[in-house]
T-cell receptor, first 117, second 111 residues
Framework: DTGVSQDPRHKITKRGQNVTFRCDPISEHNRLYWYRQTLGQGPEFLTYFQNEAQLEKSRLLSDRFSAERPKGSFSTLEIQRTEQGDSAMYLC???????????????FGPGTRLTVL | GNSVTQMEGPVTLSEEAFLTINCTYTATGYPSLFWYVQYPGEGLQLLLKATKADDKGSNKGFEATYRKETTSFHLEKGSVQVSDSAVYFCALTISNYQLIWGAGTKLIIKP
């Protein structure tokens, strides 16, 4: 078990370009989460998958953002027509619902830092 | 709505000092409460958690007690070390999927 991994770790792009991030959860985890964290703030929830189904999306997730988890394993987060305000750390987490509801610990990846110039 | 408020940092202490980082919350329903830690250059790690009132979470010498009457979950450690320098986040979940976070408190421990 290598933990949650994210790729790339850093991405610099020009405004208006599209970017895609990948998250590989812990292998036996069926739940996957995306968060966004800006400097000096706590993470903000973006979206959540159980297996391949996207069950919840935050209002923060504008129509330029799309997330997929096609086979219930890895997930991708795409941002189209990036804006400078999209600059942030994008965090992925995974968890298992195998145990009791309130023991649903989320394990985080190292994040992808996006800089939009 | 649901929210978490934690004390602003940075908090600067000398090694072996007593640590308290305050965290209060507002929540509809019965949240689970968490402290996460982020060491420099690393991802968020769960430090401790409590799932019901009066539960005490503990790990690595850190403790926090779920106080429903004061809606608090303050983080404490009796004797801090330089290696405890990090950013600490208080968080809650109602729904069991969405974590709601405080802004984080940076802790600096000087030798």
């Amino acid at each position: 078990d290598t933990g949650v991994s994210q790729d790339p770790r850093h991405k610099i792009t020009k405004r208006g370009q599209n970017v895609t991030f990948r998250c590989d959860p812990i292998s036996e985890h069926n739940r996957l989460y995306w968060y966004r964290q800006t400097l000096g703030q706590g993470p903000e929830f973006l979206t959540y998958f159980q297996n391949e189904a996207q069950l919840e999306k935050s209002r923060l997730l504008s129509d330029r953002f799309s997330a997929e988890r096609p086979k219930g394993s890895f997930s991708t987060l795409e941002i189209q027509r990036t804006e400078q305000g999209d600059s942030a750390m994008y965090l992925c987490a995974s968890s298992s619902n195998l145990y009791a509801r309130k023991n649903n610990e989320q394990f985080f990846g190292p994040g992808t830092r996006l800089t939009v110039l | 709505g649901n929210s978490v408020t934690q004390m602003e940092g940075p908090v600067t202490l000398s090694e072996e000092a007593f640590l308290t980082i305050n965290c209060t919350y507002t929540a509809t329903g019965y949240p689970s409460l968490f402290w996460y830690v982020q060491y420099p250059g690393e991802g968020l790690q769960l430090l401790l958690k409590a799932t019901k009132a009066d539960d005490k979470g503990s790990n690595k010498g850190f403790e926090a007690t779920y106080r429903k009457e004061t809606t608090s979950f303050h983080l404490e450690k009796g004797s801090v070390q330089v290696s405890d320098s990090a950013v600490y986040f208080c968080a809650l979940t109602i729904s069991n999927y969405q974590l709601i976070w405080g802004a984080g408190t940076k802790l600096i421990i000087k030798p």
